[in-house]
């Protein structure tokens, strides 16, 4: 007799059950502690990314409405290497058990690309490019890989570790949530420090030799970043896999006798035939939330640079307008760390403003229009600035000081509808899948999508769209606040509401 795929599926589900019901006992808080610590060296490269990287492809020479194509890498990756390491991570059979070889692996990829970063002006010196000639081809080359690297490798780290707290919980939804809020609070704490150490011009001098002929000050502190990055990474990866083993897993036979072997992807797109309407709204929302998300999260600290401070990133550009530039960079870090700061408060406080607001899918509207005033506001502040340098004759100082604290205080508002985003469309897949039978590993699954297609959109589209409409951020901006007044007024309208007293809400309103 032949079975029927979707009875193939559930029976591996048994199976995958089984074996992460290994543990009879939650694992003791302090391990559980200790692999969430990963979180903070994962997520010091993540903020160094959005804080540093975009600025830096264009010293090396891209120009603005190419630079968000490096970014492609995130969404696609996320889209394939995540589920792929997180299928086969389920059904690892080393002695070393099954999480750790892939944390070993991620946090060994990690330090290649972070090498082949931070020293791409160096190698492609070396193979010939010149420094006053761009663009730097064999450089850009160079850091388009490392670059490539480091996003597979973080989303191969990423997966694993949230599946082994998953596992140390041993289905416990206290201790699972406890897990999460951990995980949650060093993400915060990662974030906090690749922010501040990107808003530090003199990093560099703590490892002098960053400095070169083709590595100039920008890029040498960008390297000493990386480096203090990694160290992090290495440590915490280090001390938390030697001090919690992992049990080797055998795979049990499934009801026919045979082990299970559905692959992950059929699951997906199997998933999609039979998503309710429910579902399916929540996927439309999450979409749109994060069409006004990305543009924001990719051009963040080259608008303070560029339109908030008037400086220009160009290889050709006066070393007056670089020096503007990287001071607005650097202003922009300050602010995605008091970005971070908020929120990792406002993440602890979801679940109880939830409930006072009447519900998770309206606090999730009204922090959506917030999300919308805050981007408009951006044209706003670049306009202010704008007359700032007009009325000052292209002022060489930077912007006023009620401009910058107006960007600043963008940034840090923007915590409050981020923290939300980072949690209750999860929250919200777990509850809506669960008439359909379907687990919350293959709901999260068909979720990222809706996450990840966006972001390919704006990766592909976004500086194209800009130059569109005479360059600079703006245009994606102001597309962005009005992608989140849509996802607003959905989220209120047409998005199903959750029993407030859902297990399933209770047990994934954490940060994620």
């Known amino acids: 007799m032949v079975s029927h795929p979707m009875e193939k ?232 896999l030697c001090y919690v083993k992992e049990k080797p897993w055998t795979p049990e036979p499934t009801a026919d006798g045979k082990a299970s072997n559905v692959p992950f992807f059929g699951e997906i797109f199997g998933a999609f035939k039979e998503l309710k309407r429910p579902m399916w709204m929540l996927l439309i929302v999450t979409a749109l939330n994060w069409i006004a998300w990305f543009p924001f999260l990719l051009f963040d600290t080259d608008w303070m640079g560029r339109e908030v401070y008037g400086g220009d990133s160009d290889a050709k550009a006066t070393a007056a307008a670089k020096k503007l530039y990287n001071d607005g960079v650097r202003a922009g870090a300050l602010g995605l760390m008091l970005n971070a700061i908020v929120l990792g408060f406002m993440s602890l406080g979801v679940e109880w403003i939830g409930r006072k607001l009447g519900g998770a899918k309206r606090l999730w509207g009204i922090v959506n229009f917030i999300l919308a005033i805050c981007l408009a506001m951006t044209v706003v502040v670049t306009k202010q600035a704008e007359n700032h340098r007009r009325d000052h004759g292209g002022a060489k100082t930077g912007p006023p000081g009620n401009v910058t604290a107006g960007a600043l205080t963008l940034f840090a508002i923007l915590g409050i509808p981020q923290a939300i985003t980072f949690s209750i469309p999860f929250a919200l897949a777990s509850i809506f899948s669960t008439n359909s039978g379907a687990g919350q590993g293959l709901s999260l699954g068909v979720l990222n999508l809706a996450i990840v297609v966006p972001q390919m959109v704006v990766s592909v589209g976004g500086g194209p769209f800009d130059e569109l409409f005479g360059g600079g951020n703006i245009p994606a901006f102001v597309l962005g606040a009005i992608a989140a007044a849509v996802s607003g007024v959905l989220a209120l309208t047409v998005l199903p509401s959750p029993p407030p007293d859902a297990p399933a809400f209770k047990a994934t309103m954490g940060f994620h």
Not at 46 to 69: D, E, R
Not at 150 to 160: E, H, K, S, Y
């Open 9 to 240: 599926a559930a029976n591996g589900a048994s199976a995958l059950e089984t074996q992460t019901g290994e543990l009879d006992q939650p694992e003791r808080l302090r391990k559980i502690i200790s692999v969430a610590s990963i979180a903070a060296g994962v997520q010091f490269g993540w903020a160094l990314q959005l804080s540093l990287l975009t600025p830096y492809v264009q010293l090396l020479g891209i120009p603005h409405k190419w630079a968000s194509l490096i970014w492609l890498c995130g969404p696609i990756s996320g889209m394939l290497v995540q589920p792929i390491v997180g299928y086969h991570s389920d059904r690892c059979t080393s002695r070393f058990g099954r999480r750790r070889p892939f944390i070993v692996a991620g946090a060994g990829l990690v330090t290649v690309a972070v090498f082949l970063i931070g020293y791409a002006a160096d190698i492609g010196h070396s193979m010939g490019d010149q420094l006053n000639k761009p663009p730097r081809t064999r450089a850009i080359a160079i850091f388009a890989l490392g670059f490539w690297i480091l996003d597979v490798a973080n989303n191969t780290l990423q997966g694993p570790c949230r599946a082994f707290l998953a596992d140390l919980s041993a289905g416990n939804a206290k201790k699972t949530r406890t897990a999460n809020a951990f995980f949650s609070f060093f993400m915060a704490v990662g974030n906090v420090l690749g922010y501040a150490a990107g808003s530090y011009r003199n990093l560099y001098k703590v490892v002098p030799f960053t400095m070169t002929e083709s590595c100039d000050l920008y890029c040498a502190n960008l390297k000493t970043c990386f480096f203090l990055s990694i160290t992090l990474l290495l440590l915490v990866t280090f001390v938390s």
